[in-house]
């Protein structure tokens, strides 16, 4: 038996196996069609079967790429996870490869950027958390980071990650004994999440300023381990966090994966071949993505597919409330229904009423994410507040997941700027969360 065949590698979770099986027939499908080919004996279908198993063919790497991955990083606390770039993993490991280990961790270093935290480890996660601030605490973790105040975003995030899994476990997973796996996962292999959760939690006898280069949680939380305070711990407590928001998500289906993984009888070539060319189109698309940026005001001609129709009709419905377009507008993880729904945010409204906005500008982040700028003007139950708030628009399928670029999406709005109005904490034109609140005549831009 080889290594990558040993049943302790991700390459033989069932997901893996099936697309291993389907190879095997891309394989057979080139031999075949390149044959013909030479024969002179083609068509368009066979040159577009020749093309398609070509395609297959060279994704095969993506089988063993997490193994690979973690044999060659996870020592230094870097792991495997679904939401991690394919293509990060394989430029880090050819430059591992060639001796270059500085460098290769910097290529993963690179992946961090925000909206790729703000997507895989804060949005997917709201889906899980029991306590609305949640989300509040993890933006803050989040501005703390790329404010380079390492000494208080780390701890931070390692409490989001604590009492995030807490919810989503019934435990701490930072118990000895706790249960990180996951049927047919990355994230939650024997491999990737559990291995990192057992280096961060070795224990801490005596205080000590060594710098470290693993987010030691018990060290830092007790206050022993202070040498915490640098990019690489502080990127490496963010991927924590997104292979817990992994493993919930493959823990939520597990069920129901291993009852299909029953009834299946190993996937097909088409299976492959719709898998490939879904991924390569969600590719093309993100990797032709351009940011840029729409101004109001905003006129009755707007693309009703666009985040801006999606903000403008959200706040409208705030303003005139009604909650149940508001409710169709809103991100909705949880997977309530729209009444229910409707129902928790009239009751938000008895807090803050919208008197008045405008939409200032759009930015589109990426293909999923959109930020906006508006100026809000509210009553509290203390009084008026006004100014300009940041509101977070994304596209999400039908099944409550981000929309990637090639699923059919709908733009939402994060009710995330109820609570910012209703707390007074305005956009700046600094960009920073201004905490005092604006009274009515004083402009957002003071």
């Known amino acids: 038996m080889t290594r990558d065949d040993h049943p302790t590698r991700i390459s033989r979770i069932p997901s ?6 389907a190879l095997l027939t ?5 031999a075949v069609t390149g044959f013909l080919k030479k024969l002179s004996i083609t068509n368009e ?3 577009s ?21 973690n044999d060659a990083f996870s020592s230094d606390g870097w792991i495997a996870t679904g939401s991690m770039s394919a293509d990060t993993m394989r430029h880090a490991l050819h430059r591992f490869e060639a001796g270059e280990r500085q460098e290769a961790e910097d290529i993963i270093l690179s992946w961090f950027d925000r909206d790729r935290i703000a997507l895989f480890a804060i949005n997917r996660a709201k889906r899980f958390n029991k306590a609305a601030s949640r989300w509040d605490q993890l933006q803050e973790a989040l501005k703390l980071t790329f404010e380079e105040r390492y000494w208080s975003a780390v701890p931070l995030i390692l409490i989001a990650c604590d009492g995030f899994a807490s919810d989503v476990l019934g435990s701490s997973p930072f118990e000895k004994d706790a249960d990180l796996t996951a049927f047919d996962s990355i994230a939650g292999h024997p491999n990737s999440l559990q291995q990192m959760i057992g280096q961060i939690t070795k224990g801490v006898r005596k205080s000590s300023d060594e710098k470290l280069s693993l987010p030691l949680r018990h060290g830092i939380l007790h206050g022993q381990s202070l040498g915490y305070a640098n990019r690489t711990v502080c990127m490496k407590a963010w991927l924590l966090m997104i ?3 992994d493993w919930a998500y493959d823990k939520e289906s597990e069920t129901e994966r291993k009852l299909e993984d029953q009834a299946s009888t190993g996937a097909t ?18 990797e032709a993505h351009e940011i840029r940026e729409s101004r109001g005001p905003y006129g009755p001609t707007l693309d009703k597919n666009s985040p801006e129709h999606a903000i403008l009709e959200f706040l409208n419905a705030w303003m005139n409330e009604n909650f149940g377009v508001m409710a169709e507008r809103s991100v909705n993880l949880s997977n309530q229904s729209i009444k229910k729904m409707a129902g928790q945010l009239r009751r938000d409204a008895e807090l803050i009423r919208l008197r008045d906005f405008e939409l200032r500008t759009v930015r ?7 930020d906006a700028v508006a100026y809000l003007k509210g009553t509290t139950l203390t009084g008026d507040v006004e100014g300009d708030y940041e509101i977070v628009a994304s596209r999400y399928s039908d099944n409550g997941e981000i929309a990637m670029a090639a699923d059919t999406g709908t733009w939402r709005v994060q009710e995330a700027c109820m609570y910012k109005l209703l707390h007074g904490r305005t956009k700046d034109n600094a960009g920073r969360d201004a905490q005092t609140p604006m009274k009515a005549g004083q402009s957002g831009k003071e």
Do not use: C, G, W, Y
């Open 16 to 21: 893996a196996k099936r697309i291993k099986a």
């Open 26 to 30: 891309a394989k057979i499908a080139r």
């Open 45 to 47: 279908n066979i040159e």
């Open 49 to 69: 079967i020749h093309n398609t198993a070509n395609d297959v063919l060279r994704e095969n790497d993506i089988l063993d790429l997490p193994d690979r991955f």
């Open 243 to 245: 292979a817990l928001v």
């Open 269 to 286: 070539f088409r299976d492959a071949v719709q898998k490939l060319q879904r991924v390569q189109s969600d590719k093309r698309i993100m």
């Open 364 to 370: 589109h982040t990426t293909v999923a994410r959109a």
